[in-house]
């Protein structure tokens, strides 16, 4: 598989399973890499067996494995026989980047540490992910997003109150690993250039969610104030968030001192009232600015009040479902939803790369593949390799 892009040339060996490296080497995937996904033989990757919902004539194929798998190839290795070893030995020679989340030591034990994998290719950027950090008094402890949302802090601050814990609708805590992880091989693979050499790069489950701890870390660490679940409204800033109209929901976020003063008068509220006159005064008077919107706003409709709000420029939406996003046609003009042929399913529809690339007026596009089937590319890669099927 080749595709000019950004990645052009970079080939990435991909030992990681679930959905914290798969959704590294996915974003790689996007920039135009070629990715090379090592599956155990006759399982596979976790999340093939991760449903329902599974899909196919005879619901063998896992939605959740579709999700984090574009643009790869698969090939099945035994990396605890003499011949997987010697797969990922050349198949090491020949790449650029090495993605692995499995527990702290697993890789030695197979006989690929860090330095050995340094020592065949000192050119390889490794990104190692761990749940909890690969030193410290918990490395080496197992890691899922469930837990992590809960220890790095994120269930105490989301759900509708502090007595209901909360996890985020997607597994964050896997995709921003990932994602930070694909940001520390590009800088890596930046800075290969000027050295030659490549680099280890380590994340975890746990310093993923930390990295986008933002206002509420510094309003603990430096502010001595604990964030607390506060449901669909905002702690410092207001009004900013889920109101109701007469006829549903619709959210508002009020983030700027000049939309209050248009915001207020066309709603009934006098904007330099002492109460209300600043962001700080509204956030100390929410329980009673909050009720004093919903009553204010249970004169329109849903749409009739998104009209108003849009019309004088406040920042306004409703909740959608998952149907109503992936059928609305800005989401389809932003290319976030690709065709793709799978093999067994013919033609699906997948959630689409977040980053467009341009030069000047023109668009690069790669070309997008189905997530492969378990092996799909074992005789290609092996020949490519030099190998015998
Ligand atoms: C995901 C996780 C919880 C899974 O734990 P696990 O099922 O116990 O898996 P491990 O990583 O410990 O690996 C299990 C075994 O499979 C073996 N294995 C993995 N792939 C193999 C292959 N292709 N061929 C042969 N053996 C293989 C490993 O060698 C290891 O064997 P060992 O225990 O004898 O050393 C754990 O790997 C982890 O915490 N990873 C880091 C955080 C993370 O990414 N979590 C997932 C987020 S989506």
Same mark, same amino acid.
């Given at each position: 598989?080749?595709?000019?892009?950004?990645?052009?040339?970079?080939?990435?060996?991909?030992?990681?399973?679930?959905l914290? /490296?798969?959704?590294?080497?996915?974003?790689?995937?996007?920039?135009?890499?070629?990715?090379i996904?090592?599956?155990?033989? /006759?399982?596979?990757d976790?999340?093939?067996?991760?449903?329902?919902?599974?899909?196919?004539p005879?619901?063998?194929?896992?939605?959740?494995?579709?999700?984090?798998n574009?643009?790869?190839?698969?090939?099945?290795?035994?990396?605890?026989?003499?011949?997987?070893?010697?797969?990922?030995?050349?198949?090491?020679?020949?790449?650029?980047v090495?993605?692995?989340?499995?527990?702290?030591?697993?890789?030695?034990?197979?006989?690929?540490?860090?330095e050995?994998?340094?020592?065949?290719?000192?050119?390889?950027?490794? *990104?190692?992910?761990?749940g909890?950090?690969?030193?410290g008094p918990?490395?080496?402890?197992a890691?899922?997003?469930?837990?992590?949302?809960?220890?790095?802090?994120?269930?105490?601050?989301?759900?509708?109150?502090?007595?209901?814990?909360?996890?985020?609708?997607?597994?964050?805590?896997?995709?921003?690993s990932?994602?930070?992880?694909?940001?520390?091989?590009?800088?890596?693979?930046?800075?290969r250039?000027?050295?030659?050499?490549?680099?280890?790069?380590?994340t975890?489950?746990?310093?993923?969610?930390i990295?986008?701890?933002?206002?509420?870390?510094?309003?603990?660490?430096?502010?001595?104030?604990?964030?607390?679940?506060e449901?669909?409204?905002?702690?410092s800033?207001s009004?900013?968030?889920l109101?109701?109209?007469?006829d549903? *929901?619709?959210?508002?976020?009020?983030?700027?001192?000049?939309?209050?003063?248009?915001?207020?008068?066309?709603?009934?509220?006098?904007?330099?009232?002492?109460?209300?006159?600043?962001?700080?005064?509204r956030?100390?008077?929410?329980?009673? *600015?909050?009720?004093?919107?919903?009553?204010?706003?249970?004169?329109?409709?849903?749409?009739? *009040?998104?009209?108003?709000?849009?019309?004088?420029?406040?920042?306004?939406?409703?909740?959608?479902?998952?149907?109503?996003?992936?059928?609305?046609?800005?989401?389809?003009?932003?290319?976030l939803?690709?065709?793709?042929?799978?093999?067994?399913?013919?033609?699906?529809?997948?959630? /689409?790369?977040?980053?467009?690339m341009?030069?000047?007026?023109?668009?690069?596009?790669?070309?997008?593949?189905?997530?492969?089937?378990?092996?799909?590319?074992?005789?290609?890669?092996?020949?490519?390799?030099?190998?015998?099927?």
């Amino acid at each position: 598989m080749t595709s000019a892009g950004p990645l052009d040339g970079v080939t990435v060996v991909d030992l990681t399973r679930a959905l914290a /490296g798969p959704h590294a080497g996915m974003m790689l995937g996007d920039m135009g890499a070629r990715v090379i996904k090592v599956e155990t033989p /006759g399982k596979g990757d976790d999340t093939r067996g991760w449903g329902p919902p599974f899909v196919g004539p005879n619901e063998e194929i896992a939605t959740y494995y579709l999700s984090c798998n574009r643009n790869k190839e698969s090939i099945t290795l035994d990396l605890k026989s003499d011949d997987g070893k010697q797969v990922l030995t050349k198949l090491i020679e020949k790449s650029d980047v090495l993605l692995e989340n499995f527990r702290t030591g697993v890789l030695d034990r197979l006989g690929f540490s860090m330095e050995q994998i340094q020592e065949i290719n000192p050119r390889m950027v490794i *990104l190692s992910i761990t749940g909890f950090g690969h030193d410290g008094p918990q490395t080496g402890r197992a890691g899922y997003d469930q837990i992590a949302q809960g220890e790095a802090g994120l269930m105490s601050m989301t759900g509708p109150n502090p007595q209901t814990p909360t996890k985020v609708g997607v597994p964050i805590a896997d995709l921003l690993s990932g994602m930070y992880g694909a940001y520390g091989v590009v800088s890596a693979l930046y800075e290969r250039e000027r050295t030659g050499r490549g680099k280890v790069i380590r994340t975890s489950l746990l310093a993923s969610v930390i990295g986008v701890h933002a206002f509420q870390g510094t309003r603990w660490t430096v502010g001595k104030d604990l964030p607390k679940a506060e449901g669909a409204f905002h702690p410092s800033v207001s009004p900013y968030g889920l109101f109701s109209s007469a006829d549903g *929901l619709v959210q508002i976020a009020v983030g700027a001192e000049s939309q209050w003063q248009k915001f207020a008068p066309a709603f009934g509220f006098e904007p330099n009232d002492p109460a209300y006159a600043t962001n700080g005064d509204r956030v100390r008077n929410n329980a009673q *600015l909050i009720p004093a919107i919903n009553q204010a706003f249970s004169a329109y409709s849903t749409p009739d *009040l998104l009209a108003k709000l849009n019309e004088l420029g406040i920042p306004c939406g409703e909740v959608k479902d998952l149907q109503q996003v992936y059928e609305w046609d800005q989401v389809r003009s932003q290319g976030l939803v690709i065709d793709v042929e799978h093999p067994v399913l013919g033609q699906i529809e997948l959630p /689409g790369p977040p980053l467009r690339m341009f030069d000047g007026e023109s668009e690069w596009k790669r070309e997008h593949t189905a997530p492969p089937e378990l092996g799909a590319d074992n005789d290609a890669v092996r020949a490519w390799l030099g190998l015998d099927a």
